[in-house]
């Protein structure tokens, strides 16, 4: 191995090929290194993916480090994964207008510690109009329906009103036979949104 533009004469090292190796000959103390990373984008990450144009001014207060440009070459893949963020939702101008017109429902868990009865899941209703909430605890996720059901009787039957709209993610617990059909029969508008959005 000779370094770029010199010849056999002035090898570096001389290796012996043994299979798919070579062997050096002489002593080989030093690993060799070959560096495809330029320096900038090497302490951009050592330094927690700092701003490149903090490069420089890091390098000269900081003792050990190269001299470092403010130059960064394409677009870095731990940043763009890490530091974009999502444009926040338009605001809903949708709120309900008169008592039941518009009930959102979630479900939570499974919870990491069990309660002392057994519950790991809580389903809850809240009151788009009063903001109210109601919390049911589950031991399954199937229980919704029946929680729902209880829930539907239970607010009706003090309001004397009926349930207009439900809103809800699209997790199965709310899109079950079970849970479709207890909303057809009471004429309830379904809206559902995708799951883990607000
Ligand atoms: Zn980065």
Known sequence: MWSKGRSFDNAVVIGFQEGCLYRLKGKAEQAMVQSTVSPSKLWHQRLAHIHYKALPAVSKVVNGLPELKDGKEGVCRGCAKGKNVKNSFPGSDSRAKRILDIIHSDVCGQMSTTSLSGYVYYVIFIHDYSRKCWIYFLKAKDEVSSKFKEFKEMIENHSEKCIKTLRSDNGGEF?????????????IKRELTSPYNP
Not at 175 to 187: D, L, M, V, W
């Open 175 to 187: 899109t079950s036979n079970e849970f479709s059909e207890i909303c057809k029969k009471a004429g």
